[in-house]
Nanobody, 131 residues
Framework: QLQLVESGGGSVQPGGSLRLSCVAS????????VGWFRQVPGKDREWVSC????????NYADSVKGRFTISKDNAENTVFLQMNSLKPEDTAVYYC????????????????????????WGQGAQVTVSS
């Protein structure tokens, strides 16, 4: 059983920063890659970033590269998404998801813009960027 809980969402002005957290309230993230996705009402869910089980591989969508940073703390069972230089178009509900990563890179391949088959999803965290 792996249950994920996001936190850290909120409202900020353009150019501001937020840090999202994804904690495994049940289970252990040590063998799992974690991805972040976002969704705007009426649109498909969009992949944002992912990190391999050991944190050695990190990938980003072009729309957030250079502004967002994903990190993983296996000791704390937590994945973070640091979001800087936020733009109004970053407004969305952000979800984290875990995919089994038997070898690092299985579910978050180096250089890829994709993520493995999610086993578990968080409930979502609203991020609003507006002046």
């Amino acid at each position: 059983q792996l249950q994920l809980v996001e936190s850290g969402g909120g409202s900020v002005q353009p150019g501001g920063s937020l840090r999202l957290s994804c904690v495994a309230s049940e289970g252990n993230l040590e063998y799992w890659a974690v991805g972040w996705f976002r969704q705007v009402p009426g649109k498909d869910r969009e992949w944002v970033s992912c990190i391999s089980r050991d944190g050695g591989i990190t990938n980003y969508a072009d729309s957030v590269k250079g502004r967002f940073t994903i990190s993983k703390d296996n000791a704390e069972n937590t994945v973070f998404l640091q979001m800087n230089s936020l733009k109004p178009e970053d407004t969305a509900v952000y979800y984290c998801a875990a995919a089994f990563d038997p070898l690092p890179g299985t579910s978050c391949p180096h250089g890829a813009k994709e993520f493995g088959e999610p086993y578990s999803w968080g409930q979502g965290a609203q991020v609003t960027v507006s002046s």
